[in-house]
């Protein structure tokens, strides 16, 4: 039996509470999910003998059941996993593929506009997901237990249903007019197509069924056979474009991950089709110039606002699908590089981006993905960002299935510098071709130095790079996970040319100072992200582990007696 000890979420309750804590307990581990049930999965899969990379695959399932509106079957993911017995690290890519029907301008009309909602609603919006055939990979490649055993959790979530919450009733608010569109969808999702009450149970018995094929005959169960029949022949019927081959020849792919050393901690994030580690990555080469801790707290966000608008502009310029295009990955990524750009700061004054390039601009929209963090007894860890794009993805359900699509289409550049939903403009490098990966922001990623080690992550589209660098830079100063998802968030993507920041992000007082040095602000109407972060603390063997307030997930730490 498991059991439970009280998470500290500082250095200073460790020094309050050390009784708490088993100093050389060998089994101690952490999860850290965005919903209680997804994180009881993987504790129930630990304790049945499996490993980090079995209770990965198992809370990817459950989420998939209990956060329809952040990830899902039908969606993709980004698992950078780390292998304790031989310190293996690698990236596994699950993010979603373009059909081979697909084409560069799928999305515009005979004017060459783009076709208000095509790409972000209904089956056209939908890539080929790649959250089963990861799933399966993490179990057959890294784990200890059967795939039925660790998709168990995740089915019989399913069958008897998860309540809804305040947070499902207020994504699904602001998708239900799609949502209602589709009766497959709607019979699930809604109540008598209105949003279901607090408390109402939302049971998905075809989706549990598909769980059990999966678990009974692996990625084949999913990709292959009658419900790789019923995904396609649903989605044909409804406008789009999916074929059987595209279904058969997806495949996971393992990448390196992306590698920097920010003074003295080893980074380790996602790679490409991510542009999370290097957009990251760039901007931490570029604060490494600066003496941030010296900096009065103006000036120091004055100087990271400037280094979010140069990285951003080269994601904007250089990355996609590392299979389709050259990336100048060492250029990029180069100190000297991120010392010329520092140069071009000035501590005085914001660079408008229209210095830096000129590049048309939208404002963002919506923004739904989650994530989740695990750490085992022998030191394995996984840190996984999941997404199936915005709240409830394209609002599409295949019939029979139970499987709710992805609108990760949307993430390419359906047009040459034209803005997605986010707000993020891309060129070439991120231009629609069959079976081509989208650009993402997903940015789950390790810190590591010689006496503490961390695992974060989370959702927030184009602001997930941004929030996770905050997270460094507060790991840097020397703070625990409570710390790094409690931070107040601002963010600059280079276009639109705007400091966006959540509500109490920035003080008046800061607000005021930002602006006399031309920086233009925009509060968002709400708090964003939902990070989910352990840190291992090696010298004195103990985990922290924390669940981003602004959600409603859970972070554990617990041992095995």
Not at 4 to 9: A, E, F, G, H, P
Not at 56 to 84: D, K, M, Q
Not at 397 to 407: E, P
Not at 421 to 432: K, M, P, R, S
Request: glycine share 10%; net charge neutral.
């Amino acid at each position: 039996m498991i059991k439970k000890i009280k998470t500290l979420s500082s250095f200073l309750c460790v020094l309050i509470f050390t009784s708490s804590y088993v100093f050389a307990e060998p089994k101690q581990a952490a999860i850290a999910s965005a919903h209680p049930l997804a994180t009881q999965a993987g504790i129930d899969i630990l304790r049945q003998g499996g490993n980090a990379f079995d209770a990965a695959a198992a809370i990817t399932a459950s989420l998939a059941v209990v956060e329809p509106y952040s990830s899902g079957l039908g969606g993709g993911a980004f698992w950078l996993v780390h292998r304790s017995s031989d310190k293996k690290q690698t990236m596994i890519d699950g993010r979603e593929k373009a059909p081979m029907r697909s084409t560069h301008d799928m999305y515009l009309d005979k004017a060459g506009n783009v076709v208000k909602g095509l790409s972000l609603n209904g089956p056209m919006a939908a890539g080929i997901p790649g959250v089963p055939a990861g799933i399966e990979h993490l179990v057959k490649n890294y784990g200890r237990l059967s795939l039925k055993q660790v998709l168990a959790p995740a089915i019989k979530q399913a069958q008897e249903g998860f309540a809804v919450t305040e947070r499902y009733q207020k994504l699904m608010g602001y998708r239900k007019e799609v949502i209602k569109q589709y009766p497959d969808a709607a019979q699930i999702f809604l109540n008598k197509y209105d949003v279901p009450a607090i408390g109402a149970l939302i049971v998905q018995k075809d989706l549990a069924n598909t769980l059990i094929t999966l678990a009974n005959n692996g990625r084949k169960g999913f990709y292959q056979g009658p419900v790789a029949k019923q995904l396609v022949s649903s989605v044909r019927e409804n406008g789009g474009i999916w074929e059987p081959g595209d279904l058969e020849k997806y495949q996971i792919i393992e990448r390196e991950p992306i590698v920097v050393n920010y003074n003295g901690i080893k980074v380790t994030s996602a790679s490409p089709p991510s542009s999370g580690g290097i957009v990251m990555g760039q901007a931490l080469n570029i604060l490494e110039q600066f003496n941030l801790e010296k900096l009065d707290s103006i000036t120091r966000k004055h100087i990271v606002i400037e280094a979010m608008r140069r990285s951003y502009r080269d994601r904007a310029a250089y990355l996609g699908d590392p299979d389709f295009i050259d990336i100048p990955v060492d250029r990029l990524l180069d100190k000297n590089y991120a010392g010329g750009l520092a140069l071009t700061i000035n501590s005085e004054r914001a660079t408008p981006s229209s210095e830096l390039s000129n590049i048309a601009t939208i404002d963002q929209i919506g923004t739904d993905t989650t994530h989740f963090s695990v750490v085992d007894p022998e030191g394995n860890r996984v840190s996984a960002t999941l997404s199936i794009n915005l709240p409830f993805g394209s609002g599409f359900v295949a019939k029979g299935t139970g499987v709710l699509l992805n609108n990760e289409m949307d993430d390419f550049s359906v047009k040459p510098l034209t803005a997605n939903a986010y707000g993020l403009v891309g060129d070439h490098a991120n231009a629609i071709a069959p079976g081509k990966r989208p650009l993402s922001s997903m940015t789950p990623t390790f810190l590591e130095t010689d006496d503490r080690i961390a695992v974060l992550g989370t959702p927030g589209g184009s602001r997930i790079i941004s929030m996770v660098l905050l997270g460094v830079l507060d790991f840097a100063e020397g703070n625990a996970p409570k710390s790094w998802v409690s931070l107040p968030r601002y963010h600059h993507q280079y276009l639109p040319d705007q400091v966006q920041y959540e509500q109490g992000g920035l003080s008046d007082l800061e607000q005021t100072a930002l602006k006399d040095k031309g920086h233009v602000l925009k509060e968002k109407n709400r708090r964003y992200g939902n990070m989910q972060a352990i840190m291992i603390w090696k010298k004195k063997g103990l985990f922290f582990a924390a669940s981003d307030p602004r959600g409603e997930g859970s972070a554990e730490v617990f041992y095995y007696p």
